[in-house]
């Protein structure tokens, strides 16, 4: 193999300083890191910079309404909110209680796979990376529907809404199948109750005994609002900018989007903090020791420790500087069940490096703007104090994220109708076809 990977770099690697000279925005960013304009959207605002470009705390607005306005009302009022914020970013304003209990009824009755599916295609085949297996049911349904490919707006209206309403099913139960076949765990494939929201419905099917408490799927109800939409130009939901104007299916459009999120600089993060937090925790002698935790961090960074990717997870965004909106809702809940649950020295731990971390990657990194903690830094430790496994971390995100991706969708068909195609400039000097008896070894 190495001869032929010898072959590819020697081949396909182009000079660094090729990219400055054609101007090439790399990452589809300039060099202060401001992404090129690909678009317009209506469905959520984010504010990072203020008037005079200066780096401000994040700001996330769905429809124009601020996230921490959201979560405080749901909190203040008791109530769970994930129906009522996918109602809010597919149709572009709040239900009124009439409406809100008419689309979660809708919502309801629509959580139900084909029959046998979970017999023939969930459990038929297993795997830990459920990020995956949720993406084969998807392309699986497709082929129940015979309206697949078709491109109204009523008909992706309805393929979108089947799969939020039925993506819980697709995680836990790939989930359970994995956790049976491969863990030798009993298996559990419970059905889904209509007179129960999203969050509740995922606890009930991912615990043995169907029970959770109110506070557990409150908060949990909390992360995926936190986790639905951001913007078009985040990866995933990018991707399905792009692949649904080639004019593909609205199943193979999610597919798309999932391979994005689960990648570990995006969604698959999240699980990438909980593994790394582990790794940190068992390779340094004493955890108060901030000089001893910044040197292993700076090891990480020089790919010299955990994965060697030189990634600290959970850290830095492409957008935020000084915050991440998302992480500072959802480290006040961290610190509440943390307490709740006696886990202390955890928070403590995660709260050192969170302000550890961004010192040393403006030391080790160019940085032209901060990093703090993003949404992916704390919601593993959530997840974790509410008992659920590590492989459904990513697919929490994907059950969410889908009302950004379907919302996004409809945007693309409403307004674009012309195929994303940017520009590769070729740097390939001009060559004969030489005949094989000519060529040098
Ligand atoms: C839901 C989400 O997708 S949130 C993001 C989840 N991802 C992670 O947590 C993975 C860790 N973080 C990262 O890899 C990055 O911060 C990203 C991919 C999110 C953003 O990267 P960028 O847009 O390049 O951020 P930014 O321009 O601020 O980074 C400046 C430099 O610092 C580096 N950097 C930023 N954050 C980190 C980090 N956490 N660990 C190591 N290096 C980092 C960048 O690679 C870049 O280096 P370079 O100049 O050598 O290319
Ligand atoms: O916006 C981004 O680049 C990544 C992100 O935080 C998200 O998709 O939630």
């Known amino acids: 193999m190495n001869k032929y990977t010898e072959k590819i770099k020697k081949n396909s690697i182009i000079p660094l300083d090729f990219y400055q000279q054609y101007d090439v925005k790399k990452g589809l960013r300039d060099v202060n890191g401001k992404g090129v304009l690909a678009g317009l959207t209506n469905i959520s605002a984010i504010h990072s910079f203020d008037d005079n470009g200066d780096p401000m705390a994040g700001i996330l607005e769905y429809r124009a309404i601020n996230i921490k306005d959201i979560s405080e009302h749901l909190k203040a009022e008791n109530r769970f ?48 990376d459920i990020m995956n297996s949720i993406s084969r049911s998807i392309l699986s349904l497709a082929t129940f529907d015979s309206k697949a490919s078709e491109m109204t ?50 606890l009930r099917l991912l615990r043995p005994d169907k029970q959770f408490s109110d506070i557990e799927a409150k908060v949990l109800d909390l992360a995926l609002i936190l986790h639905m939409e951001h913007g078009g130009g985040n990866n995933s939901t990018f991707t399905t900018h792009v692949v649904t104007s080639s004019g593909t299916d609205t199943y193979a459009s999610v597919v798309a989007s999932l391979s994005s999120l689960k990648g570990s600089k995006h969604g698959g993060a999240n699980i990438q903090v909980a593994k790394m937090l582990d790794n940190i925790w068992e390779n340094i002698s004493d955890p108060s020791d901030e000089a001893e935790i910044s040197e292993y961090l700076r090891r990480i960074l020089n790919k010299e420790a955990f994965d060697r990717q030189g990634l600290i997870y959970g850290m830095g965004h492409a957008i935020y500087s000084v915050s991440d909106p998302r992480a500072e809702v959802l480290k006040s809940y961290v610190k509440e069940l943390a307490e709740e649950k006696g886990l202390h020295d955890e928070y403590n731990f995660y709260k050192k490096i969170e302000r550890l971390a961004p010192q040393v990657i403006a030391q080790e990194r160019n940085m032209y703007k901060g990093v703090s903690a993003n949404v992916d830094f704390y919601s593993g430790f959530v997840y974790q104090m509410l008992g659920l496994p590590e492989e459904l971390y990513t697919p929490l995100f994907a059950i969410a994220r889908i009302v950004g991706w379907s919302a996004h969708r409809m945007e693309e068909m409403l307004n674009m109708n012309k195929i994303i195609r940017p520009a590769y400039e070729s740097v390939l000097t001009t060559k004969k076809y030489k005949k094989i008896e000519d060529r040098n070894a």
């Open 81 to 128: 909110g994930f129906e009522e914020i996918t109602y809010l970013l597919l149709f572009g304003e709040l239900p009124t209680l009439e409406e809100l209990t008419t689309f979660t009824q809708e919502l309801a009755a629509k959580r139900q796979l084909p029959k046998d599916f979970v017999r023939d295609i969930i459990l038929e085949a297993t795997s830990c």
């Open 153 to 202: 707006l009523e008909n992706v209206l309805d393929q979108s809404l089947c799969l939020i309403a039925n993506f819980p099913l697709l995680a836990i139960y790939a989930y359970q199948a994995y956790n049976h076949y491969e863990n030798g765990k009993s298996l559990y494939i419970h059905y889904p109750d209509e007179n129960l929201t999203t969050a509740q419905n995922i």
